[in-house]
Nanobody, 123 residues
Framework: QVQLVASGGGLVQPGGSLRLSCAASGFTLDNYAIVWFRQAPEKGREGVSCISDNDDYRWYTDSVKGRFTISRDNAKNTVYLQMSSLKPEDTADYFC????????????????WGKGTLVTVSS
């Protein structure tokens, strides 16, 4: 079964950290750029970060630059999103998806995406 599974969310205080994981099964991530998206209550989907297929390019939306780090471990078929200095406005459902092209030139869901993991930043 082909799927992407996001995990690692939870409740964290402002200023705290979380590491999200995006694990693929049924296919290998090697040839795909991977995008992390988030959707907050009553808001639209937002692209958060993207990593190219060969890890030579990483993109971040302005609001998370300097706080979030995307990485990948192709041996584990997993992409990570390390989130630090979390703010209440980071509260959202986070999900991952393959990108339509391997270079992150297009930040949009491609062939595969999965259910999200909820991140709540609150004191």
């Amino acid at each position: 079964q082909v799927q992407l599974v996001a995990s690692g969310g939870g409740l964290v205080q402002p200023g705290g950290s979380l590491r999200l994981s995006c694990a693929a099964s049924g296919f290998t991530l090697d040839n795909y750029a991977i995008v992390w998206f988030r959707q907050a209550p009553e808001k639209g989907r937002e692209g958060v970060s993207c990593i190219s297929d060969n890890d030579d390019y990483r993109w971040y939306t302005d609001s998370v630059k300097g706080r979030f780090t995307i990485s990948r471990d192709n041996a584990k078929n997993t992409v990570y999103l390390q989130m630090s200095s979390l703010k209440p406005e980071d509260t959202a459902d986070y999900f991952c998806a393959t990108a339509p092209v391997p270079t992150c030139a297009v930040v949009a869901p491609g062939d595969y995406w999965g259910k999200g993991t909820l991140v709540t930043v609150s004191s």
